[in-house]
């Protein structure tokens, strides 16, 4: 009985120290994905930007911590985390029911309409059931992925990058690609593209919103980084990120 007892109590001072870990560090390890503007790119010198990026940084500053970013293809985010090469992730993650019973989410910062990307030129893809029989480019591990596998007679092509999936559509070999629409606005306006695609129609996925995700179990990181949330909001900082990011 005694050595039971020794063992549970080994288990709680391991679980509580684990816990009690990420809050300890003075810098976070968070995870991201370079390829998804406004959330998250690089600039002209190689340097994270983005809502995301400011946004995090904001946050982990009223915590009393500084931010080391990871970048990693988006479907390696949720196992580095489960791995705990990371403590936080923050790549417009749409915090889903599935993916809340492996990792924790923040309260939702954002929650965001869906786009479809066309070429230029393409004038039959204009709502949601002209997608019948065509193909779709998505980014692997997306809830746009997910939404996609749900429609009927769309042929899914799935890219570690958004970036492959603008190029598929550019070059004909996808009829349309679908993300975020502040990312949709962000690829079309860019030079780049310029004459090349465009926003044909917009579509809801509803109840996803975009959160931080961490560790189950980090309940004290949770706490902090809502609680941090919360400030920003109430302050109008958040907004304030949100209109320099998103329009």
């Not at 002209?44 to 009223?62: P, Q, R, S, Y």
């Not at 709502?127 to 899914?156: C, F, P, S």
């Not at 975020?180 to 695609?197: E, L, N």
């Not at 809801?204 to 189950?216: P, T, V, W, Y």
């Amino acid at each position: 009985m005694k050595k039971l007892l020794f063992a549970l109590l080994a288990l709680l001072v391991a679980v509580t120290a684990c816990q009690a870990n990420v809050m300890a560090k003075d810098v976070l390890l968070v995870g991201t994905e370079s390829t998804y503007p406004p959330y998250e790119f690089r600039d002209e010198n190689n340097d994270l930007k983005g809502f995301d990026i400011a946004m995090t940084e904001a946050i982990a500053e009223k915590m009393g911590k500084k931010v080391e970013w990871v970048d990693m293809p988006f479907d390696s985010l949720i196992p580095s985390l489960l791995a705990k090469k990371i403590d936080l992730i923050a790549a417009g993650l749409s915090a889903t029911e599935e993916r809340a019973k492996r990792v924790a989410f923040s309260d939702n910062y954002e929650v965001s309409i869906s786009a479809f990307i066309t070429a230029y030129d393409n004038d039959a893809i204009k709502a949601l059931e002209d997608m019948k029989g065509k193909i779709a480019a998505v980014q692997l591990g997306t809830v746009q992925e997910n939404y996609l596998y749900t429609l009927e007679d769309v042929q899914v092509k799935s890219f570690q990058k958004f970036d492959d999936c603008v190029r598929e559509v550019i070059l004909g070999r996808a009829d349309a690609t679908f993300m975020d629409t502040p990312v949709a606005k962000s690829y079309v306006g860019h030079d780049s593209f310029a004459g090349k695609i465009k926003i044909a129609f917009e579509e809801e996925i509803k109840g996803e919103g975009k959160a931080i995700a961490m560790n189950l179990g980090e309940n004290e990181l949770l706490e902090a980084v809502n609680n941090a949330l919360e400030e920003l909001s109430n302050s109008g900082e958040l907004f304030e990120l949100m209109t320099k990011w998103f329009e």
